[in-house]
């Protein structure tokens, strides 16, 4: 099994390989395959009979398929899981895996416009077949729009000055790439500029791609498509993911209970944590890779 050139190191590799207690005729899913270093950690634990199904919307992904017969490529959002699975006949699986970092492949490929370090067109997209892309999100979204998801998804210090420092000046100036977009932002940037930047673009990235609402659905789908007794395990990157982790797992939905004083509004629960506190790197893992130092893995089982 060959292993891709320099892609991306996964994150918490054996600590979630470890937690989904890989059965060698077991079936599995990666939602995100990326460089395919968990698919792969997966595969070396299964045996003849086991099965991988693994999703990546990335094209740059796809270069990394496994040539496996146990492995099924679906080169679609994770969103669409229980379609997917039915639509290829897939049992209730053993374990779902979800890696929800961005990869350092797109990090560090200038033109998908992903990082502050280059100079690139305002892109954003995972799926290259999607239109929306960060510019249209920067020069169409109104004020409001712009205040919510500055505050949301990037809990930006200043969200609503900035939302309304860039309607105000859009207009005059062309913001097609990010060394433009920074040079409007210098400014009315608030503490350190790096950081304040990477909160920007973080929120800019979640919007393009609808990062939180993809999340919500994927989720919703697991208990579903879990035979009992099969585990989820989910790395998150930043807090808003890892508070949607943490509520479906310990509720099994996303669904806010309704209090009713006539009626009882139980839910049986559909999943049972396993990770009280969510896992994270070692210090030797952080210092390898830094990018890792926010990562946080979830763990539920299927009852």
């Not at 779902?96 to 490929?109: M, P, R, Y």
């Not at 396993?274 to 009852?303: C, D, H, Q």
């Amino acid at each position: 099994m060959s292993t891709p050139a320099f892609y991306h190191t996964s994150v918490l590799l054996k600590e979630s390989i470890d937690a989904l207690q890989i059965k060698p005729d077991g079936i599995y899913v990666d939602c995100t395959f990326g460089g395919g270093g968990h698919s792969r950690a997966i595969l070396s634990q299964l045996g003849p009979n086991g099965r991988l199904v693994c999703f990546d919307q990335d094209e740059d992904a796809w270069q990394n398929r496994i040539e496996d017969s146990r492995v099924l490529f679906i080169r679609e959002n994770f969103r669409y899981l229980q379609r997917f699975l039915k639509l290829h006949k897939v049992p209730p699986v053993d374990g779902i895996l979800a890696d929800l970092g961005v990869s350092s492949h797109q990090f560090d490929t200038a033109e998908r416009g992903f990082s502050i370090r280059f100079d690139a067109a305002l892109d954003m997209r995972m799926d290259l077949r999607s239109d929306l892309t960060a510019q249209t999100v920067i020069t169409t979204y109104s004020e409001q729009q712009l205040h919510r998801l500055f505050e949301q998804y990037g809990e930006v210090t200043n969200s609503r000055t900035l939302a309304r420092h860039i309607v105000q000046h859009r207009h005059n100036t062309t913001l097609r790439t990010v060394d433009e977009l920074k040079r409007l932002l210098e400014p009315i940037m608030k503490g350190n500029p790096h950081r304040y930047l990477a909160q920007v673009f973080q929120a800019l990235r979640i919007a393009v791609n609808d990062e939180m609402g993809v999340l919500k659905e994927m989720l919703e789908q697991t208990p579903a498509c879990l035979a009992p007794g099969g585990r989820l395990a989910i790395i998150t990157f930043h807090s808003l993911e890892d508070r949607l982790v943490k509520q479906f797992m310990k509720q099994g939905t996303l669904e806010p209970e309704e209090e009713h004083p006539l009626l009882s509004t139980h839910r049986e629960p559909v999943l049972k944590v396993l990770t009280k506190k969510p896992i994270e790197p070692s210090a030797a893992e952080t210092k390898e890779n830094p990018r890792a130092r926010s990562a946080r893995l979830r763990v539920a089982e299927k009852l």
